[in-house]
């Protein structure tokens, strides 16, 4: 019941609440930013660091340092924190903590599929899956040649099993078949986490509504842009659109005619939320555009934390985690190529 929350919230997640609470009070400031932006080296990245919460996951490595080791202790950190959390969550919070992690689930399938397409190694490919959406038959995921052997074989004893009825097909694996099936599985989980946390209710159902829907938008605004000159038609583009969010239903039907770049930015700009963000672009431009996004969902999970007693709080630090993450990546990667020109160009404060 909306309002009640407070009364029974701390019974079986308060101890979490503030878990989660006292982790985002970790989170990178602009300072912390500003002083990654004048290294010269990984080794002075990792210097600053280690001052922060990354310190004990980075003081063993020895020099010289990589990007890669970067990133992968840092995700070490959010793998170990999101542990924690599970193992001490009761239910519901246990299926709402499982649910954050079915969009790794479903990019670490898609990449070892396309892999596989592509033959490389299943070894390699193991190493470059996302440690929150790994599952014990991942491995064999590379003997399937189309979706019904891969649904059969392999996902069938999976979370991501439901999430595939609309997608089984006999059509062999290819690129576009690849893509087409992690967008369907991407609408079918959106729409099944939207539901959960609706039946929730309360302040959880209200935040997190508004943070899947504008996800959903997102994802319609960036299938709409990578599907401009390929032979998907309007009507299976607009297959692939999730079935709630701020464009459904009107926007959906204005963005599966689009032609180029300024007729979506035209269909969007009626949506006040979202005309902000492509006033922030030069008409033609899109690759701003994931920047932009960017930016304002981490406004809207910073905001997340403004109130208390749901669950839509550690969504939003495991997603403000994921962006720090992100940041980090490209300031190291500046840094090895020695671009510093461009570090500021993807990287989003948090704070």
Known sequence: MYGFEAMTFNIHGG??????????????????????????????IKMHLSATEYGPYLQNEPSPLHTTTIVEKCTLKLVDEYKHMLCQATEPLS???????????????????????????????????????????????????????????????????????ECITSEDLDDMNIEIMRNT?????????????????????????????????????????????TELTRDDRRKLYSNFGLLYPYGHEELAVCEDIDQVRGAMEKYPPYQSIFSKLSYGESQMLDKAFYEEEVKRLCLAFEQQFHYGVFFAYMRLREQEIRNLMWISECVAQNQKSRVHDSVVFIF
């Open 95 to 165: 299926t709402f903590l499982e649910y954050i992690t079915y969009g790794h689930m479903i990019d670490n399938v898609v990449l070892i599929v396309t892999g596989t397409l592509h033959e490389r190694d299943v070894q390699e490919l193991l190493e470059k899956c996302h440690p929150l959406g790994m599952f014990d038959s991942i491995a064999t995921l590379a003997v399937a040649q189309n979706m019904r052997e891969l649904y059969r074989l392999v996902l069938v004893d999976t979370p991501l099993a439901p999430y595939f009825s």
């Open 185 to 229: 599985l991407y609408k079918a989980y959106l729409e099944d986490f939207y539901k959960f946390c609706q039946k929730l209710g309360g302040a959880t159902a209200e935040i997190m509504s508004d943070l899947l829907a504008f996800e959903a938008d997102r994802r319609a605004v960036n299938i709409t842009i990578n599907s401009i000159g």
């Open 15 to 44: 101890y979490l609440e503030a878990i989660v609470r006292g982790h985002r009070a970790g989170l990178l400031t602009a300072a912390d930013y500003n002083n990654l932006c004048q290294c010269e080296t990984l080794d002075d």
